[in-house]
Each structure stands twice: as C-alpha cells, then as structure tokens.
C-alpha cells in the first residue's frame, strides 16, 4: 500500500541545534516534494521545493535532501530558534497537475 | 491579495444539522482543493476542482459530504446531516495551473459537531 511517515510524531531540540526531520515513503514515485510549515490554529504554509532530479535545496537556515533510491527526503533546520516550533509536513507532487499528497506532520519545539 | 479566505472560523452545531462551509480561492488560481485536517488521520483531501470542474471527489467520505465551484472564485463544502465524527478542522487551498506551484491555504474552519 502507498505510505508517507514521518518519523516522529514530535521532536524537542535544544536552541541552536540542528533539526533534522524525516519523510520517508513507499509505493510512490514522485516528481517532486515540497515541505510546509504549519502553526497552531493555521493553514500549512508552503517553504521549499525540491524535484526527483535535484539532491540538496537550501533557503537560508534550512536545507531539503531528497534520496529516490532511499526513498526519503531530510528536512534540516540550522541554529534552531525558538521561533521555529511548529508542525512541518512533507508532501509528494506525483505526476500531472495531480494534488500533493500530505504526510502527518512532526510536530517540533524548540526549547531555550 | 488576501489570500484564501474560508467562512465560517469556527463552526458548533448539533448532529444531524447541515453545515456549509466556505471558500474563495486567490484570483487567478485554477486549482483549489478541500481537505480535512484530524489528529488521528492528519490531512486528506476531499475533493479538488480544475478550472471550476470537480476532477477527483474519491476522497469524500459519504454521500453526505457535498462540494460546488459555481464560479472561479467561490466553493462550498456542504455536509448534510452532520454527525460527531465529523468534527475536523476543514481547510481549503489553492494554486496555479503548474502542478509543481505551492498550494496556498485558508487558515481552516473548525467544524464541531456534538
């Protein structure tokens, strides 16, 4: 059957630290990924997009991986801050102007 | 722009009632979706439209759930009779027609049904 998990329901880093959160999936061959934040009581905000052919994207604090053969994506987040706390969800673009396919999220808190 | 917009914010009902939900999408997207957000399933999508057209509803639960798209700039969510289990919070989005452009969503309503 098609999976998306990510590893952890929750993550707790100290400030300053290196986040890294994964999405692994299985029986899916997507064309891209996209990872998106999202904060308590709002809608998933998009951060960073990165394609099948593409191995490392960075923006700023945070870098994505994305591993065909392994199958998963990293999601790193440098010098952590406090005000980085949230849910991150990875989602998989398939192919065609289909919709995202959502993973359930890491909930990550960011403690000083 | 405004981005997506959704009505009501939050939404208390008593089982058995209907409930319609509300969305308008960023001007010039083609596509928006509807999806459910619960703690046990995360997020699923309902239904999506293109241009308008409903493409996929696979993701609706039952023939209680309903969704239209008169227009370019405007849905609903119908659910008829509402039943507890159908407490979620329920969140619209939308995007271009390049399938690899972002989704952008609404901030939700937050549906409970006693």
């Known amino acids: 059957s098609q999976k998306i998990e990510q590893n952890s329901e929750a993550l707790n880093i100290q400030e300053g630290k290196t986040a890294t959160l994964t999405c692994n999936y299985t029986n899916y061959s997507p064309a891209y990924l996209q990872w998106y934040r999202q904060d308590p009581g709002r809608g998933p905000v998009f951060l960073l997009l990165i394609r099948e052919n593409e191995k490392e994207k960075r923006k700023e604090r945070l870098k994505v991986t994305f591993d065909t053969t392994l199958k998963q994506s990293l999601f790193h987040i440098t010098a952590s801050q406090p005000a980085d706390s949230a849910t991150y969800l990875c989602a998989l673009g398939l192919s065609g102007n289909t919709p995202l396919v959502f993973g359930k999220g890491t909930r990550l808190s960011v403690i000083a | 722009d405004a981005g997506v917009i959704q009505s009501p914010r939050h939404e208390v009902t008593e089982m058995g009632q209907e409930v319609t939900l509300r969305c308008k999408p960023i001007?010039?997207?083609?596509?928006l979706f509807w999806y459910r957000q619960t703690m046990m399933r995360g997020l699923e999508l309902l239904i999506y439209f293109n241009n308008n057209v409903p493409i996929d509803d696979s993701g609706m639960p039952e023939d209680r759930f309903s969704a239209k798209m008169p227009n370019a700039s405007f849905s609903t969510l119908k659910i008829q009779p509402s039943e507890p289990r159908d407490s979620a919070v329920y969140f619209c989005a939308s995007r271009t027609a390049s399938s690899t452009d972002t989704q952008y969503f609404g901030p939700g309503t937050r549906l409970t049904v006693l």
């Open positions: 001007s010039g997207h083609n596509s």
